[in-house]
């Protein structure tokens, strides 16, 4: 059983940059019509453009939305069914990380990543996934993290948003079976985005080592190629996917210890981010790239 992807209405989330844009570019090739959806409009706007130059067939949808605002995700469900936009596939991209000590994150921040990162893809997911069941076909690609099966201080929230995801996504798989709706999680190590440029500051991605990072528009192929195979759980890259077999042999009192130099370190205000900053309250976008929620 495969996605409907082809001829059919992807809506991505956070595809104004990285992974999700990658994704863009690739399902244009496929697609009968995408939704692309973040918050800054000029660069989804941009892609659109470059899109249909490539693809003149292609229809484009261009939503601004702020998924920290769940009214506004209503307002964008809304939209597109005044309109007459029947969603085939949800793609939950957009994601929103943080590092630093939790104490001393505001609860602002803290709100806002909880609602992109788990809100926003439930409420899309809710609104979207009965008309699929109903209809025999649809899919669910969600979008995770490396950190979804693990843990380091300093991404608390992060990486809670992520457990939380994979729960979903592996138990809404079970639900779907023998519905029609394929339902995949890809969970990405290093991978190389904008965001050391605009930024100006090192990530973790930026700190492994070069043999682990790929590019996004590697996870975006390698993502929808699990995706076509129906694959319950990708991890892209080979090295990766590599690490990854070998971590999950760890006892997890091993991976505690593993963590612990790391703690000490971001207790003591030193950013792993960038080891010459000792900003431990520093912002850093994960997954979608600063442009990606």
């Known amino acids: 059983m495969r996605p409907p992807i082809d001829s059919g209405t992807v809506l991505i989330t956070g595809a104004s940059s990285g992974i999700g844009r990658e994704l863009a570019r690739q399902l244009a090739r496929r697609a009968r019509t995408l939704v692309l959806v973040a918050r800054r409009e000029e660069r989804l706007e941009a892609l659109r453009d470059e899109l249909l130059e490539r693809n003149p067939t292609l229809g484009v949808v261009v939503e601004r939305c702020d998924l920290a605002q769940p009214d506004e995700v209503d307002s964008l469900l809304d939209s597109l069914h005044r309109h007459l936009v029947r969603v085939d596939v949800l793609v939950n991209n957009a994601g929103l990380g943080d590092y630093g000590l939790y104490e001393q994150e505001s609860w602002a921040r803290i709100h806002q990543m909880v609602q992109v990162n788990v809100t926003a893809p439930l409420l899309l997911t809710h609104r979207l996934l009965r008309r699929m069941v109903e209809r025999k076909r649809g899919g669910i690609l969600n979008i995770g993290s490396c950190w979804a099966r693990a843990f380091l201080p300093g991404l608390a929230v992060y990486n809670g948003t992520k457990h939380f995801l994979d729960g979903f996504t592996e138990s809404l798989r079970l639900e779907l079976m023998g519905t029609g709706v394929v339902v995949t999680q890809v969970a990405p190590g ?73 703690a000490r370190q971001l207790r003591h205000g030193t950013s792993l981010l960038d080891p010459a900053h000792p900003d431990t309250g520093q912002r850093v976008l994960l997954a979608g790239g600063p442009e990606g929620v």
Request: hydrophobic share 45%.
């Open 190 to 262: 290093p991978v190389d985005t904008e965001f050391n440029e605009v930024a100006g500051t090192q990530t973790l991605a930026g700190r492994a080592p070069s043999w682990l990072r790929i590019s996004a528009a590697q996870c975006a192929r390698e993502a929808l190629e699990g995706f076509d195979r129906a694959r319950p759980l990708v991890h892209p890259g080979l090295a990766y996917r590599w690490l990854v077999r070998m971590s999950s042999l760890m006892p997890r009192g091993v991976l505690r210890a593993a963590g612990l130099p790391a």
